[in-house]
């Protein structure tokens, strides 16, 4: 469980080099995400600026002082029709996972993407055999919507992906 040295608020700039460092591990080390190349920290500047830009969240988990994670939520496909579906995206620095900061930065991701008149949002999951990220995702609402067989191939092994949603806001 997060504590009250536990700060969710919105990225600065500063923060994005731990925010490349905390993806740069995921990427490197496992198949939870698909990218296999590190963005680089004027990629993450750019997506900083394009998420603003649509008035959708990035935040940040901090813990005594320091990044322990982030959440952010992007467009879900680039079509117009899909212009009120937000694909949600949450990252822990390696060894704070468990400890409550998911759900701590979840469930203010959700509410800022409602506020901001959002319609659905979206978890594509990669199945890597931990529930915990399903689990997560259930505990706020997301209903299974599929899963896609086989979609990725990363170190070795090809990996399915569990898809999630859940409604944010009605109109």
Known sequence: MTDAETIIRPVTPE????????YAHYVTHTVITFDQTPPQ?????????DLTARGLPFLIAELSGDVAGYAYAGQ?????AYRYTV????????GLTGKGL???LLGPLIDGCATAGFRRMVAVIADTGNPASVALHE???????GRLIEVGHKHGRSIDTILMQRPLATG
Request: aromatic share 12%; hydrophobic share 40%.
């Open 76 to 80: 879900w496909r680039p079509k117009p």
């Open 15 to 22: 923060d994005l080099k731990k925010v490349a460092e905390i």
């Open 41 to 49: 920290l004027t990629d993450w500047r750019q997506r900083l600026t």
């Open 102 to 104: 998911g759900s701590a």
């Open 87 to 94: 694909e949600n995206s949450i990252y822990l620095a390696p």
């Open 139 to 145: 505990r706020f609402g997301f209903a299974h919507a």
